[in-house]
């Protein structure tokens, strides 16, 4: 299975595409759409959204895994981020893939066994994962990244559960 995973932002919006084979993990492409500060708004958003398009297209992502947003004391950004979020989920819903939302606490608890683990940590952690040489050098890349691989750990539990919650076809 292919996820691309998102670490949604307007300024950055890291990416990471993980494919997963069995229980082997491997990273495909990871990196960070930025877009210019003086730029409008709406040509930002439609940026992300066109290059989040590209990325589920070039890669064939069978899934999208995206960061949920995370309410500081900043609101403005938030709803920023929240703008941006939108826009990625569009292009999953265009394509008809599903997207799956995680809070920064399930991804550092999926990657590095806890909810507090620190930037550094956590891109350590998806690095020794993914088998990479060094970490991301972009911090929202190895977010996008661990984002991804939190997924992956999940799918095998959201499908059982998926299949237990089916009806039973057939069955009198």
Same mark, same amino acid.
């Given at each position: ?9 307007? %300024?950055?919006?890291?990416?990471? *595409?993980? @494919? ?5 993990? /491997?990273?495909?492409?990871?990196? *960070? ?10 040509? /930002?958003?439609?940026?992300? &959204? ?8 070039? &890669?064939? %992502? @069978? ?5 949920? #947003?995370?309410?500081? =004391? ?5 709803? =920023?981020?929240? !703008? ?9 819903? !265009? ?8 809070? $920064? ?8 066994? &806890?909810? /507090?683990?620190?930037?550094? !940590? ?9 088998? #990479?040489?060094?970490? $991301? %050098?972009?911090? &929202?890349?190895?977010?996008?990244? =661990? ?6 750990? /999940?799918?095998? #539990?959201? !499908? =059982?559960?998926? #299949? ?9």
């Amino acid at each position: 299975m292919i996820v691309l995973g998102i670490d949604p932002g307007t %300024a950055d919006t890291g990416y990471g *595409v993980v @494919e997963s084979s069995g229980s082997q993990l /491997r990273a495909l492409a990871d990196g *960070v759409i930025r877009t210019a500060a003086g730029e409008p708004l709406e040509a /930002r958003l439609a940026l992300i &959204h066109a290059r989040v398009g590209d990325l589920i297209d070039r &890669h064939r %992502a @069978e899934a999208m895994a995206i960061e949920e #947003l995370y309410f500081g =004391a900043n609101v403005r950004t938030a709803f =920023a981020v929240g !703008q941006a979020r939108g826009v990625v989920l569009l292009a999953a819903g !265009q394509r008809d893939i599903p997207a799956r939302s995680y809070t $920064p606490q399930q991804v550092k608890g999926a990657v590095c066994g &806890h909810g /507090r683990a620190d930037k550094e !940590q956590v891109a350590r952690m998806v690095s020794r994962l993914l088998g #990479l040489d060094a970490p $991301p %050098a972009a911090d &929202h890349a190895a977010d996008a990244l =661990a984002v991804a691989i939190c997924d992956l750990n /999940r799918a095998p #539990l959201s !499908q =059982a559960v998926a #299949l237990a919650a089916a009806p039973a076809g057939g069955r009198e």
